[in-house]
Each structure stands twice: as structure tokens, then as C-alpha cells.
């Protein structure tokens, strides 16, 4: 991985906002030519530092649904343990994220629920029954503040 100048900043904080940007506003806007602002970004594309570009898709009814924010915690942190979780939550189409963290909880999921009915569902018929299980705190969120693919009201400091 290559040193990143204050322009590849600027390139990937523009991207970041919109991956679909032409080349020719990308180049504009960070005050270079369409040809080296496109050899910048083949060089940030094949030094890995850009990886990919996806779509951030709305869920169903994701205005309506709840986000729960939920700490495992597992009996024991041997490999074996940790394997069969992983396995067992990749499983849980409800299941949006899943983090193995240091710390005093040992997973981190964010989980999006219907409702606050469906959500107690979820607990009781996977998330008690996951292996290895010993504590499960949930959290449920009141508002989204900052959301992977969402514009962001304020921009990054200038480099």
C-alpha cells in the first residue's frame, strides 16, 4: 500500500460520498486533469486501498423497522467456541452485521426488527439459540446519526 497525498484523500472522500461520480467531475473536483485523476484512481484501485464499489440498497420498510444494537457474550473465547458462532449467526438473515470485539462483550450485531414483537421473536428463536450464548444485552437505537451510504450534513475537515 502506497503513502496517501492530500489528493488521493480527497479522491476517496469524494467517492465515499458518491462511488458513481464520473471521472470527469472527480477530476474536477479535486483539480486535476480527467487522465491523471483516472491514473490516480487505478493506482488507488490497484494498490488495494480502494477495494470495491457497492450499492447500499434500502431495506423493506426500513423507515419503519427498529434497530437493536446487541452484545454477546459467549461462555467461553476458545476457537472452537468463536467457529461455531460465527458459523450459526452467518445464518441469521435478521442479523445485518456481526463484530468480534476485545473487550467485555464478545460480539457486537446490529439487528433489524419489524418491531419491538418481532425483535422479542428474534431473541427468543435465535439469538437465545445460538451456541455458546451466556449473556445477550440489547440496545435498541432511537435515530440513525451517521449511516454507511447516507449523506453526511457536514463535510470532513480540508486536508
Known sequence: MHSLDSLDRKII????RDGRMSNAKLAAEVGLSPSACLRRLHMLEHSGV???YTAIVQEEDEERSVVVIVQITMERQTEDYLRRFETAVRRCPEVK???????TSDYLLRIVALNAVDYDRIYKDVLSRLPGVLRIQSSFAIRSVIRPGAPHPVDEPAD
Not at 13 to 16: A, E
Not at 97 to 103: A, F, K
Open 13 to 16: 472522500r469524494l467517492l465515499r
Open 50 to 52: 480502494i477495494r470495491g
Open 97 to 103: 452485521e456481526c463484530y468480534l470485539l476485545s473487550g
